[in-house]
């Protein structure tokens, strides 16, 4: 038997330490680093002089050939095309975000084809996974449904039923009696997610790990997991909004491009098939500190509602308070504002957000969070009709962005009628419908407030 021995892990990024530190050197997360006991390595193994031959490419089988739908056609999009069997999904999410909603119909949906699916719950009692599943009208003989937070008897079960798919809910619940240390520490987290996925891959079968995130790093979240699976969901959305998003962040057998977007209703998640409608729909057009920007979520273009609300502080230190946008990007676009605009901020409180609880990466927001800031500070609104996309540079020049062909026509589709960008880039900025003005600085835009 190997030795124990103990280790200080982070329970934020799995980084290990010898002796305890208040910050953790790697991901910078403090009073994340937790004694746990871990496996000493079994010492390196007299290599032996034998000799393999590797195959040729070509007489490797594809995996593509043999994808599953899962029953949810966004949710197959975001995995490339449905599920690989032998792979393993790793479902994050805050709690109560809706995972094991989503992949209770997941469950549902392949049961109705005749596929057996096995739900493991470690958190729930079997009667409350059946609630759930009667809510969204789930119930079949296909559907088993088991609960277990031992790894061991996890893969009893697993061995005994024969799934074509099976659900871990959630990896933070289980633990295996091989390890010292309680369920959602780093090294249990990671040792139950690499049996796992062993038995995943030898039994051919496809299985979803739902791992918790929570923003405290309290538990053992999916990054330290990241590595370890194939491919990694990420669910999104305000708490108590209706809105909820799935991206790829990490996908081995596809892109990290698609976007499904849901919302959860009295039975669960329904996909919305027009997002900028449901995202738009709250709008009062007209209000000083809005601007709705043209964005590409994927390869999808999508209308969302930047708002902007600007007040004065009357203390040494006025607030910046950022959601739905990179914080430092939204800074940075205050600053070109300031200076290259003119435009007075020192003394007040901003405060600027994405509607709907998406969450922006694209720097083609920038002109659009200039913008909302800019009505704000001033009273005045933007144009109702007008959308916007584009990125501001340190000089307040404004820079083009791509995909402006899909930005425009849906900005068309949803009835808007003018759009501004940079039009210095080599694309095509006619559309039927849409008047495209051209900007080249902030004075350009600017203009735009007072109209
Ligand atoms: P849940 O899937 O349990 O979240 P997670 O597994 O990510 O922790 O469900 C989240 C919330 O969704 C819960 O508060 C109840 C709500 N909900 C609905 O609104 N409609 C439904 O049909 C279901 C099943 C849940
Ligand atoms: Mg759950």
């Known amino acids: 038997m190997p030795k124990a021995k103990s280790a200080y892990l982070c329970q934020s990024c799995g980084h290990s330490s010898p002796k305890w530190l208040g910050q953790c050197p790697d991901c910078g997360e403090w009073n994340t680093l937790v004694e746990e006991v871990v496996r000493a390595s ?3 193994k007299a290599v032996e002089r034998i000799a393999i031959q590797a195959p040729d490419i070509l007489s490797v089988q594809s995996l593509d050939a043999r994808r599953e739908p899962t029953g949810i056609p966004a949710l197959d999009a975001v995995l490339g095309g449905g599920l690989v069997p032998g792979s393993i999904v790793l479902v994050g999410g805050e709690p109560g975000i809706g995972k094991s909603t989503l992949l209770t119909q997941v469950a549902a949906a392949m049961a109705h084809e005749g596929e057996v699916v096995l739900y493991i719950s470690g958190e729930e009692s079997p009667s409350q996974v059946r609630m759930r599943a009667e809510r969204i009208g789930a119930l079949s003989e296909n559907f088993r449904l088991a609960t277990s937070t031992d790894l061991e008897e996890t893969l009893a079960i697993l061995r005994g039923t024969e799934p074509r798919v099976a659900i871990v809910d959630s990896i933070q619940t289980m633990s295996s009696s091989e390890l010292e240390g309680g ?4 090294s249990q987290v990671r040792h139950c997610a690499s049996v796992l996925h062993a038995f995943a891959k030898e039994a051919g079968i496809a299985m979803f790990v739902v791992g918790h995130v929570t923003k ?9 997991l990241e590595h370890l699976v ?3 969901l990420v669910f999104e959305g305000e708490g108590f909004g209706r809105l909820r998003t799935i991206r790829a962040a990490k996908n081995r057998f596809g892109s990290v491009d698609e976007l499904a977007v849901f919302e959860m209703t009295e039975s669960g998640l329904s996909e919305v098939e027009n997002p900028s409608q449901l995202l738009l729909a709250e709008r009062q057009a007209g209000a000083p500190g809005s601007c709705v920007f043209a964005a590409m979520e994927g390869r999808r273009a999508v209308l969302l509602e930047v708002q902007a609300l600007v007040s004065p502080n009357y203390t040494q230190s006025p607030r910046r308070t950022v959601t739905g946008l990179d914080f430092n990007r939204v800074l940075l676009t205050l600053g070109v504002l300031e200076k290259r605009g003119g435009v007075r901020l020192a003394g007040q409180d901003v405060f600027v957000s994405v509607v709907g609880g998406l969450t922006v990466r694209e720097p ?3 002109l659009a969070v200039l913008l909302a800031v800019a009505s704000a500070a001033k009273g005045a609104a933007l144009p109702e009709d007008l959308v916007v996309f584009g990125e501001v540079g340190l000089t307040g020049e404004i820079r083009s962005v791509g ?3 899909a930005r425009l026509k849906e900005a068309a589709r949803m009835g808007f009628r003018r759009a501004a ?3 210095t880039g080599k694309q095509d900025y006619s559309q039927p419908g849409v008047t495209v003005g051209g900007l080249r600085n902030i004075a350009d835009a600017l203009s735009l407030v007072s109209e």
């Open 42 to 44: 079994v010492g390196g």
């Open 183 to 186: 369920a959602g520490g780093v």
């Open 216 to 224: 405290d790093g309290s538990l053992a979240g999916p990054k330290v």
């Open 230 to 232: 194939d491919c990694v």
């Open 364 to 366: 083609a927001a920038d």
């Open 403 to 405: 995909s402006v062909g």
């Open 421 to 423: 960008t940079s039009r």
